[in-house]
């Protein structure tokens, strides 16, 4: 929800923020200014990175996420106080190193604590929780001050912070140190104390070759072939332009002339999202592959409409007064279609490919290679808007969402019910 509400703010704030009469700021935005603010949280998110890389392997799964409660804190404080655009130019970039740190240690910690038939469940399932972030940034935003959303996120980040307090760290984690009597603990309170050979075996080969995890990431066969497929997804995932769609919904509506309320078109694009999340988990342990390509299919088909939609706005057709419903309706096939498959899944198989020794570093590096592409999608966003027109540019996020099925067609394995182990024997032998 923490990862949801932040990735939702821009959304609700930078109307308030080119209002005069909402805005705490002495001058009301620029196109560029808007943009930054959208993007600066990835800027911040490729800080992650050096956080999870050292921290995750010398203290443990646990302090990361403590770590991004704290900075998600200090965030929203500076947010909720700001009086110039350079307090919340930082308060973005602290909140994206937050999130950026969340998103690696949530794969990284449900793919160690999970079992083989939930982990996909589990793994899916926090996107439910983001979603959720998301709706309220939404569905509140509107209604509230600029100083609000801040101290809402800030109440949000208290309640995570404080949540940490009940779960354990990760028994591979505990393994990898030594402490097999406290890795049993752990696996006997998850239900898991009868895999406890296999936290031994993984041991063993962890420690192995801990302090080479970025050498055995390039050279080792099924590692490579892990990072070029769950990295490819990544980048086609942001380059699919998902997160400058969600920072910049209300101003698309205000863009396309919408027929419906801009505020309450992205409430219900939200409720959207919510259901597609909703959907993921129920179905991701019958088949990966396939939702995957429906999602993408759905999510190419439904921005090529977008951008005809603009296309023939531009034209001025005397018969588009009939079809502004049409944006609305687009984007709600859109997100159901990317939150039901395309959101979730690239994370999921991040968490499932890499061998146990380098999941930590392999998972990094994939979604830092996502967040460097989602900077620049967003921070061009606005220009390729201006300059390319709303048509040109939604057909560009639709022809990569193509690509992206393609690429699941021809590169993407079926991952569902099988153990770690199997998945990487799979990519050796036959990819």
Known sequence: MSIGYALGWTSAILPKLEDEDQSPLQSLLSESEASLIGSLIYVGAMTAPIITTNLANTKGRKPCLILSGILNILAYILLALSTNLAMIFVGRVIVGSAVGTLLIMNVVYIGEIASTKIRGILLSGAGVAMTAGTILTYSTGPFITYAATAYLGLILSLCFLLSLYFIPESPIFYSVLGDDSKAKEVLQTLGRVQEMDVVLTSKEYETNYFKQEWKILFTVKDNRRA?????????LQEASGILAVVFFSTNIFKLASSSIAPDIATIIIGMTQLVGSLI???II?????????????????????????????????????????????????????YNMGFSVIPSTLAGEMFQLNVRNVGSTFVIFCGWLCGFGVTSAFGYMVTELGGDITFWIFSGTCAIAFFFTIFYVPETKGQTLTQIQKMLSERY
């Open 227 to 235: 990072l070029f497929i769950t990295a490819s997804l990544q980048i």
């Open 280 to 282: 993921a988990p129920l």
């Open 285 to 337: 342990e019958k088949s990966r592959r396939i939702l995957l390509l429906l999602s993408t299919a759905l999510c190419s088909l439904s921005l090529a409409l977008l951008g005809a939609y603009f296309y023939l706005d531009g034209l001025d057709y005397e018969f588009i007064t009939k079809i502004q419903w049409l944006p609305l309706a687009t984007l709600i096939l859109y997100f159901l279609a």
